[in-house]
């Protein structure tokens, strides 16, 4: 898999999969538009929103794990509508006493942190914020520059 960068606006379907292979999701959006989630990484750091018109050529593709666009994420939204915008989550996780699941982000930030949205049983988000990254604690991986906190 290449990256989304090298695709120019207008690029046919087939060069889209020849070029990110198949998406890991795949979101009508308004407007006739589909959204194609490339999650990317080992460790989830980035995910590629691919946005292509009805006849499936290239809109758009934007790098959606980044603090600008989980600004975007508020209270009352949908699960539908979280990963429209954001993708895919890196991990799950469940709050017994909150009744909530919840949603963690990994992307690239010098602080070892993550992105955590959280989801009622009906699926609509009720808190956010930012969390330590707990792969800082466990595991050291200086190929993804993250700094192991002790």
């Not at 989304?4 to 020849?18: F, V």
């Not at 959204?35 to 980035?46: C, K, T, W």
């Not at 469940?94 to 959280?118: D, E, H, L, M």
């Amino acid at each position: 898999m290449s990256s989304p960068t090298k695709l120019a606006p207008g690029a046919s379907a087939e060069a889209i999969r020849a070029q990110l292979g198949e998406p890991t999701g795949r979101y009508a959006m308004p407007g006739g538009t589909t959204r194609l989630e490339y999650a990317r990484g080992p460790f989830g750091r980035e995910t590629w929103m691919v946005d292509v018109d009805a006849g499936g050529t290239l809109v758009k593709a934007t790098q959606v794990l980044n603090e600008a666009t989980f600004a975007t994420i508020k209270l009352g939204m949908t699960r539908d509508e979280v990963l429209r915008t954001i993708g895919r989550p890196s991990k799950l996780g469940y709050v017994g006493w909150q009744k909530q699941t919840v949603w963690n982000y990994r992307y690239a930030s010098p602080f070892c942190q993550w992105f955590q949205v959280g989801l009622g049983a009906d699926g609509i988000v009720q808190d956010t914020g930012f969390g330590p990254d707990p792969l800082c604690d466990d595991v050291d991986v200086p190929h993804l520059g993250l700094l192991r906190i002790r």
